[in-house]
């Protein structure tokens, strides 16, 4: 099963993103649908629901009443309305706010700038161990609540370990270290940690007569002009929501606006939402699993493209 993950991460890696786990580079993603539109695909009809990918020579069917929204790969809007019939032309479309920070996902042909310094060397948790939160991502807010679980009923206690972290420096500088009881899988830290520094942390428990430590995990808080302005944003999206609860266009944006500030844990929660509104269509998981990998969560980013690849077939 590793082997078929490992493989699978290659096959659908972002490299190869332009394709989007179908046979022909795609040109736009489909977020809202009235009606039952269909899409013509190599002499076979498919649904057109929220989160299919539009590709090269795709023709939209659109009866009388039923009405389709699009986010282009150029990240413009656009809207097409019922009876119509033909391919899509890309060089039209209506310019968001949202345009730039869409095309600079779905254009791309290579990954997203990587949290480098913020990455362990691969995903590789202890059985006994795993680490939950902060996992490599960015916060917006304070007091952070580390979050664990257990594996084994045989710990005896935990201590866990917060860094701060210096990267010309070979070691971290432990910063804080507290003892947990057995029962307890998340701890509130007492501490304040300075805006835009990164820190670390991890995990010991004596499982048995056995120590178990896990690796370093890393976290940063942003600044509050950052802040402020990511807030602003999640406000608009919110009001976008309210007028139209079924379109995925403010959850793929919020996801993109997330991710683009590295606020992984936060972009994971927006697009669930959007994968819970429609749990059978490829871009969310495709989005998803972008997410897992700027945390160096290979199998989880495996197991996301795997099954857009699944849904971009059907």
Same mark, same amino acid.
């Given at each position: 099963?590793?082997?078929?993950?490992?493989i699978?991460?290659?096959?659908f890696?972002?490299?190869?993103?332009?394709?989007?786990?179908?046979?022909?580079p795609?040109?736009?993603?489909?977020?809202s649908?009235?009606?039952?539109?269909?899409?013509?695909?190599?002499?076979?009809?498919?649904?057109?629901?929220?989160?299919?990918?539009?590709?090269?020579?795709?023709?939209?069917s659109?009866?009388k009443?039923?009405?389709?929204n699009l986010i282009l790969?150029?990240?413009?809007l656009k809207?097409?309305?019922?009876?119509?019939?033909?391919?899509?032309?890309?060089?039209?479309g209506?310019?968001?706010?949202?345009?730039?920070?869409?095309?600079?996902?779905?254009?791309?042909t290579?990954?997203?700038?990587?949290?480098?310094?913020?990455?362990?060397?691969a995903?590789k948790?202890?059985?006994?161990?795993?680490?939950?939160?902060p996992?490599?991502?960015y916060?917006?807010?304070?007091p952070?609540?580390?979050?664990w679980r257990?594996?084994?009923?045989?710990?005896r206690?935990?201590?866990?370990?917060?860094?701060?972290?210096?990267f010309m420096?070979?070691?971290?500088?432990?910063?804080d270290?507290?003892?947990?009881?057995?029962?307890?899988?998340?701890?509130k830290?007492?501490?304040?940690?300075?805006?835009?520094?990164?820190?670390?942390?991890?995990?010991?428990?004596k499982?048995?007569n056995r120590?178990?430590?896990?690796?370093?995990?890393?976290?940063l808080?942003?600044?509050k002009?950052?802040?402020r302005?990511?807030?602003?944003k999640?406000?608009i999206?919110?009001?976008?929501?309210?007028?139209d609860?079924?379109?995925?266009?403010?959850?793929?944006i919020?996801?993109l606006?997330?991710?683009? %500030?590295?606020l992984y844990?936060?972009?994971?929660?927006?697009?669930?939402?959007?994968?819970?509104?429609?749990?059978?269509t490829?871009f969310?998981?495709?989005?998803?699993?972008?997410?897992f %990998?700027?945390?160096?969560?290979?199998?989880?980013?495996?197991?996301?493209?795997?099954?857009?690849?699944k849904?971009?077939?059907?």
């Amino acid at each position: 099963m590793k082997k078929i993950l490992i493989i699978s991460l290659i096959l659908f890696n972002a490299a190869a993103l332009s394709a989007l786990y179908s046979e022909k580079p795609y040109l736009a993603v489909l977020t809202s649908s009235v009606g039952s539109p269909k899409i013509k695909r190599q002499n076979k009809n498919i649904q057109a629901i929220p989160g299919i990918f539009i590709q090269k020579n795709d023709i939209i069917s659109l009866s009388k009443g039923e009405k389709i929204n699009l986010i282009l790969k150029n990240g413009r809007l656009k809207k097409l309305s019922g009876p119509y019939k033909g391919r899509i032309n890309t060089k039209y479309g209506k310019t968001q706010w949202y345009s730039k920070l869409a095309e600079g996902f779905l254009s791309e042909t290579t990954k997203l700038i990587s949290m480098e310094t913020l990455r362990t060397r691969a995903e590789k948790r202890d059985k006994l161990f795993v680490q939950l939160y902060p996992y490599n991502s960015y916060l917006l807010e304070q007091p952070i609540v580390f979050q664990w679980r257990s594996n084994s009923n045989n710990m005896r206690f935990f201590k866990l370990n917060v860094y701060k972290e210096d990267f010309m420096e070979k070691n971290p500088v432990r910063i804080d270290t507290t003892r947990i009881g057995k029962d307890f899988r998340r701890y509130k830290s007492r501490l304040k940690y300075r805006e835009n520094q990164t820190y670390s942390w991890n995990i010991i428990g004596k499982n048995k007569n056995r120590w178990v430590t896990t690796k370093r995990c890393f976290f940063l808080v942003i600044n509050k002009k950052l802040r402020r302005k990511i807030i602003t944003k999640i406000k608009i999206l919110k009001r976008m929501k309210k007028q139209d609860e079924k379109d995925m266009v403010p959850y793929i944006i919020g996801t993109l606006l997330l991710m683009k %500030e590295k606020l992984y844990h936060m972009a994971i929660d927006e697009i669930n939402k959007s994968i819970k509104l429609n749990p059978k269509t490829p871009f969310p998981y495709t989005l998803r699993g972008r997410i897992f %990998e700027e945390m160096n969560l290979q199998k989880s980013a495996a197991k996301d493209y795997i099954t857009a690849g699944k849904y971009s077939r059907s």
